[in-house]
């Protein structure tokens, strides 16, 4: 017998030997449209919602909030105590939280009165919540609530493979996370969080790796947390201090095999080449992985990395830029199989965004700026209603169901406003020789030390419901340095092609002069000595484009799906009564709708029976459902519409 099979392969070059920089998210200034108000929504409604939650004792539905470190400080005393309540993992909600609380009172409340109060009583949650946590450390650095107050008969010993599933590093990941905010929040000042996450981390150090124990944790989190953290140190501290957080990192990840694709440890790491798996441990997996290779140089990390961000991207992704088809315990499917009814899980948003980040950092390249962005605007900025008194757990593509108030796992609830308001570190990213523009948001942002300057960067855009953006340039003194304009691409995935295609800027001037467009990897360098007050106005195409999907997707077949600049749109049932039918064939324009979600750029046509066709942003969608699905479960919010 005979058998033939071919193989195709893409070479790429390897990263730059030098990643880039990580712009920390400090105090900013917001100045846009659309960003002002989801901020001011998370601030003053979202996270003090998730606060009350946390504080709550008669939770039935997900439990497990600061009570269970107010037992666990308790048990560390030796004083009677209560048990673990909720998931083995539930202090997850609580660091997140923490670390959202952070994030939000660096935001300059510009003086709204409804932001500062909120912010007024984030800063009295923090110094309530903060001794608390800390007294649920155990002496030698480590924190997990659940294993301090675990049932000693059946959790016998930290660390240990009987129990990988008990979430020791995800929790950990979480705690040493939110310290970076912390610091950053407190400008260094106030370090219990810090030199609390220090002793944790180094608790691993003392207990895992080579020679020592070997582990890995049944979710990750802590792989890519500990490198967020050691580079951190390295920076504040500049003496190799966070290097062996790096080194763990690895050792955790280089440790995954004998197990499953669920939490991807079926072979090891730098052999994976297709996503699998649980969604979110899988983001989080290849998130920690792409850190280990932008700072190792490892050419196997490096190479699976890519391969599984290849397959990721161009045979299981959303157009809205979500993971997970949820066919697998919610997870990745095969290849091209993305039902509408898709998972898209909150937090795999979240992870996908720093996998996303972290392999713009170590290719230099704009077009993972231009995925993340994708899933930020689509995936993640929709799962929190209007209003910020719900969220989604799932983001499918086409649905019927409202979303929750809260969840039997609400792992979610915390990782959305952390990542949603952290503006600063996905707007700009510093190298050697300048400054990264990679986001379009209105604001105010100071990029430190930038060839040996400080740059306050001032944007101002409508983005994304305009195109228009002017970035003001005022370096503290005047050097020489190149400013890399991102130039948004819309191809994002081979999986979408997209009519009419957008890739370019339609104008790019410095002080008013026109600078020559030349695009590599996504960016226009523009060097010249920058003075305060330079000024770089672009105009980003905006145009409705008709997106459509790889034959190989069935449950896109026929159909047909709306973007304009970043955003998807959906259509609602709320707008029109039959959204079951084809599109018709009338011009599709945008319009401004004031009076819809405090201002919504909306998208106008006509159905096939001529009958107006109206399309709302994705982010938007289900705001008018009231808290009950329809009893026929028939989608009311739809991506893809019939052709
Ligand atoms: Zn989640």
């Not at 669920?262 to 441990?281: L, N, T």
């Not at 950092?361 to 704009?366: N, Q, S, T, V």
């Not at 989604?392 to 796992?409: F, I």
């Not at 855009?461 to 190149?482: A, C, H, L, M, R």
Request: hydrophobic share 35%; aromatic share 10%; with cysteine.
């Amino acid at each position: 017998m005979k058998s033939e099979s071919s193989l195709k392969a893409k070479v790429h070059f390897p990263p730059k030997e030098k990643r880039l920089d990580v712009v920390y998210t400090k105090r900013y200034k917001i100045d846009s449209p659309l960003w002002n108000d989801r901020a001011k929504i998370l601030i003053t409604s979202w996270i003090p919602y998730c606060v009350s939650q946390i504080e709550r004792t008669d939770l039935t539905l997900g439990e497990g909030g600061l009570d269970n470190f107010i037992e666990a400080g308790k048990a560390l005393r030796g004083e009677p105590h209560g048990k673990h309540l909720g998931y083995v993992f539930s202090n997850a909600w609580v660091h997140q939280t923490i670390e959202s609380m952070c994030i939000a009172l660096m935001i300059d409340p510009q003086g709204d009165p409804e932001i500062i109060a909120a912010q007024e009583k984030m800063k009295v949650t923090l110094e309530k919540w903060i001794p608390i946590i800390l007294a649920a450390q155990e002496p030698d650095g480590y924190l997990q609530t659940a294993f301090t107050l675990r049932d000693t008969n059946r959790w016998k010993e930290r660390w240990s493979p009987r129990t990988r599933g008990n979430h020791e590093g995800y929790v950990a990941g979480y705690f040493i996370e939110s310290a970076i905010n912390h610091y950053t929040l407190t400008e260094g000042k106030d370090k219990r969080l810090y030199d609390a996450a220090k002793k944790l981390a180094d608790c691993w150090v003392a207990n895992i790796g080579p020679g020592k124990k070997v582990w890995f944790d049944g979710h990750q989190e802590m792989e890519q947390a500990l490198v967020r953290f050691g580079r951190f140190v390295n920076d504040m501290e500049g003496n190799g201090r966070g290097n062996s957080y790096i080194a763990l990192s690895k050792f955790l990840l280089d440790s995954r095999a004998g197990g499953s694709e669920y939490d991807q440890s079926h072979v090891p790491v730098q052999q994976q080449y297709e996503a699998v798996g649980h969604a979110v441990r899988a983001v989080y997996n290849y998130s920690g992985m792409a850190d280990v290779a932008a700072e190792t140089g490892d050419i196997d990390y490096q190479s699976a990395v890519m391969s599984l961000w290849n397959n990721m991207v161009n045979k299981k992704y959303y157009v809205t830029g979500g993971v997970g088809s949820g066919e697998t315990s919610e997870g990745f499917g095969p290849n091209y199989s993305l039902r509408n009814n898709a998972y898209c899980e909150s937090c795999s948003s979240c992870g996908l965004i720093f996998f996303q980040y972290k392999m713009n950092i170590a290719y230099h390249d704009a077009k993972y700026a231009d995925m993340y962005e994708e899933t930020m605007y689509n995936a993640l900025l929709g799962s929190i209603d209007l209003e910020g008194k719900h969220f989604y757990y799932t983001n499918p593509l086409s649905t019927s169901a409202p979303r929750d108030a809260w969840h039997v796992c609400p792992c979610c609830v915390g990782n959305i406003p952390r990542t949603l308001l952290m503006i600063p570190t996905w707007t700009y990213v510093k190298g050697d020789d300048g400054i990264y523009v990679n986001m379009y948001i209105g604001s105010t942002i100071n990029v430190e030390r930038v060839v040996g300057t400080d740059v306050e960067m001032v944007q101002k855009t409508e983005y994304p419901w305009k195109g228009d953006v002017s970035i003001t340039v005022n370096p503290k003194q005047t050097k020489e340095f190149t400013v890399y304009v991102r130039v948004p691409d819309r191809k994002t995935s081979e999986l979408y092609t997209s009519v009419p295609v957008v890739n370019s800027l339609k104008s790019l001037t410095i002080n008013g002069k026109t600078v020559p467009m030349n695009i590599v990897k996504g960016y226009i360098a523009i060097t010249r000595k920058w003075k305060k007050g330079d000024k770089i106005d672009l105009l980003i195409p905006m145009e409705v484009q008709q997106i459509t999907a790889d034959e190989n997707i069935e449950a896109d077949r026929g159909r047909v799906a709306l973007r304009f600049g970043p955003l998807i749109f959906n259509v609602e049932k709320a707008d029109q009564p039959d959204i079951n039918q084809s599109i018709g064939t009338s011009p599709l324009l945008v319009e401004w709708r004031p009076d819809l979600f405090r201002g919504t750029m909306t998208i106008k046509g006509t159905w096939a029976d001529g009958t107006p066709l109206v399309a709302i942003p994705n982010y938007l969608r289900s705001n008018r459902l009231g808290t009950t699905p329809p009893a026929d479960r028939t989608p009311t919010s739809l991506v893809w519409i019939k052709k």
